[in-house]
């Protein structure tokens, strides 16, 4: 079963625009965690933010966490070309005692050169 | 450090037969989680090893199995493939609480 949920399912942008993903997920977590994956291959890890922390920046990556509403977004600034992947929210929390991570079902993102 | 290795890449087995698939992990990593992708389900947890033993598994049934060597190489078994067993696995590493560091997986079609 899927932890976390994702909208849009695709978004479709140009170079240079700015995209915003968001992730919603249904239990308690110790942390949220963004992957990056291109056309069949292996996830791609970008950022880690705790359950305890409300924003965090990477590079051109944000993301945001409120644990209020379950929710959870990434920014990606001035996109590019090279951007285009999919992208998937994971939610890191207790499971049996130990800790397990829990993917939600991704965005698609196309820049448009 | 070399990254998480699975092998084969493709593999096309038949209705009934059985699958073993293999994952290294990054050295030092003494944590594997096995996913299967696909299209329809996105990423579903399979299960996960640590120092040869599982301590998390998925919703999957008795089918899948997995085992974990000293050396902390993974390999997952799939019998009496089903059509609906195609997809990507995908094979992850880790230590501690670090992020996970997946391979390419492996891509499996069942016909």
């Known amino acids: 079963s899927q932890q976390g949920e994702e909208d849009p399912q695709a978004l479709s942008i140009q170079e240079g625009e700015n995209a915003t993903m968001n992730c919603s997920y249904k239990?308690?977590?110790?942390?949220l965690q963004w992957y990056r994956q291109n056309s069949g291959r292996g996830l791609v890890h970008l950022i880690l933010?705790?359950?305890?922390?409300r924003e965090k920046h990477s590079g051109r990556l944000r993301v945001t966490l409120d644990t209020s509403k379950k929710s959870s977004s990434l920014l990606i600034t001035a996109s590019r070309a090279a951007d285009t992947a999919s992208y998937f929210c994971?939610?890191?929390?207790?499971?049996?005692?130990?800790?397990?991570?829990?993917f939600g079902t991704g965005t698609k993102l196309q820049v448009i050169p | 450090k070399a990254g998480v290795t699975q092998t084969p890449r493709y593999l096309i087995k038949t209705r009934g037969q059985q699958v073993t698939l293999s994952c290294s992990p990054i050295?030092?990593?003494?944590?594997v989680s096995w996913y299967q992708q696909t299209p329809g389900q996105g990423l579903q947890f399979l299960f996960e090893?640590?120092?040869?033993?599982?301590?998390n598994k998925g919703n999957f049934p008795g089918r899948f199995s997995g085992r974990q060597f000293s050396n902390s190489r993974s390999e997952m078994n799939v019998s009496t493939l089903e059509l609906g067993d195609s997809a990507l696995y995908l094979c992850?590493?880790?230590?501690?609480?670090?992020?996970?560091?997946f391979g390419n997986g492996t891509r499996l079609t069942v016909t």
């Open positions: 239990t308690s977590i110790n942390n």
């Open positions: 090893y640590f120092s040869e033993t599982q301590r």
């Open positions: 994971a939610t890191e929390g207790s499971s049996g005692g130990y800790q397990k991570v829990t």
């Open positions: 933010i705790r359950s305890n922390e």
């Open positions: 992850a590493s880790r230590e501690g609480g670090s992020p996970l560091h």
């Open positions: 050295s030092g990593h003494r944590s």
